[in-house]
């Protein structure tokens, strides 16, 4: 009777212990079935919310310090990584709602070419800010199966989405091209931002490709492009982008065909950056650039005498530039390479009595040493920026020749181009 009991206790332990087992992997089971779900919504730095940008939890894995999305096998590695998506709505809302479990990272799509950054992401009261300028750059932690995470905040920065056409030579479309090299300069007025980077890229059936293009810079910023294909180059004159400008439209024709790639044949260098001699600058021929301390705008020309200069000016109710105090002088020797440039000065109507072109009271001078004066290449009626100071010249001087640009100025006009 004993050991009966004993074998029926003996089995009741055993069936006790498979029935834990079974439940074990009936909860893990259903635990692994259990969805998980993030809800949130996306807004600029203004508190703006944003539309139609893809939110994405990718599965990553450690790798020494670093995550890195985790591969599906047997596939190579595709530009987006395999990840839970949603597309934001008109109130900058998604809710992502999968079987989710392990450390993710909170990014946006497309993985390789974002179309913005992440600044920040609120989850309550805690704050997680991405590391750096990482491809996929978001940030990462770890979720749980059936866990509800709602109200995340994702504060973002909009990139600069340029719109481009590739013309070839003969004016048709550069279609279909499979490796086209877009490239940029960014230049900030302040000099503080100075970077170039490029991609490879594609054009469609009708020679269009979309880029956006990362600053994080709160000031304009000149923009020079450029393209490279098979059958030839292309640049553009620089363009100014303020911060809040998001999209831009540019048309890139080829000019010159593309030389074989031996000494002597190298591509043209972009005409801007810092120039040894005068001591800083941008050369940006062409674009209006505002002064933020009086509201003017200035813009440097190509001219071929003084009255051509000043029909130009007229064409733009504008004026050859008036320099009113040291402060605008240091402004355009930071702005503008004004190397042997013409300025608004003169004594053409009265030897020695200067006045600016526009009028304005003469109440600042930069004359350099020995200035103004006269020598025996004739009149010197005309003032020239030279080395950041002015010298007094004529069209009889031999340096004559050598001057061709022009600084432009006018009131109030907006930094458009």
């Known amino acids: 009777m004993a050991y009966l009991c004993f074998r029926m206790k003996t089995i009741v332990f055993l069936l006790g212990i498979v029935a834990l087992f079974f439940l074990g992997a009936l909860e893990s089971s259903a635990q692994e ?54 597309e934001t709505d008109t109130e900058g809302r998604f809710i992502i709602t999968d079987t989710i479990d392990g450390p993710v990272l909170l990014g946006l799509f497309p993985y390789y070419k974002p179309e913005a950054k992440i600044l920040k992401v609120q989850i309550g009261d805690m704050f997680l800010y991405p590391g750096g300028d990482a491809v996929g750059g978001g940030t990462v932690f770890t979720l749980e199966p059936g866990e509800y995470i709602e109200n995340v905040e994702i504060t973002v920065r909009r990139f600069l989405q340029l719109r481009a056409k590739v013309l070839k030579m003969d004016g048709n ?41 990362p600053c994080y810079a709160d000031v304009p910023i000149f923009y020079f492009l450029s393209v490279t294909g098979q059958s030839g180059s292309a640049r553009l004159d620089p363009i100014v982008v303020k911060p809040e400008d998001l999209m831009h439209e540019v048309v890139f024709t080829f000019e010159d065909p593309l030389l074989p790639d031996v000494p002597g044949n190298a591509p043209r260098r972009f005409h801007a950056g810092a120039s040894a001699r005068v001591g800083g600058g941008i050369d940006a021929t062409g674009v209006w650039i505002v002064n933020p301390a009086n ?58 009595h200067w006045q600016w072109h526009s009028g304005e ?26 080395a950041d100071q002015w010298m007094d010249i004529g069209p009889e001087d031999i340096r ?16 458009t181009e």
Do not use: C
Request: glycine share 8%; charged share 25%; no cysteine.
């Open 173 to 213: 479309p550069l279609a279909n091209a499979r490796r086209i090299k877009f490239k940029v300069r960014q230049l900030s007025l302040d000099g503080e931002l100075d970077g170039s980077r490029s991609w490879t890229t594609e054009t469609n059936a009708e020679g269009n490709f979309v880029q956006y293009i």
């Open 33 to 86: 079935g259990t969805l998980t779900t993030l809800t949130g919504r996306a807004i600029d730095e203004a508190g703006q919310p944003i539309t139609g940008l893809t939110v994405v939890l990718v599965p990553v894995q450690d790798g020494s310090g670093a995550w890195f999305p985790i591969q599906v096998e047997g596939h190579g590695w595709p530009d987006d990584p395999m990840a839970f998506q949603a």
């Open 400 to 415: 004559w020749r050598f001057i061709n640009s022009v600084l432009l100025e006018k009131e109030e006009r907006p930094v």
């Open 295 to 352: 509201g003017h705008a200035y813009k440097k020309i190509r001219f071929s005498g003084v009255k051509d200069a000043i029909a130009q000016a007229a064409k733009e109710d504008a004026y050859l530039v008036a320099i009113n105090d040291e402060a605008e002088q240091n402004w355009l020797n930071q702005v503008f390479v004004a190397h042997r440039t013409l300025i608004g000065l003169s004594d053409v109507k009265e030897e020695g």
């Open 361 to 386: 009271p003469v109440t600042y001078t930069n004359w350099a040493r020995d200035e103004p004066q006269d020598t025996n290449s004739g009149d010197e009626d005309y003032v020239i920026l030279f």
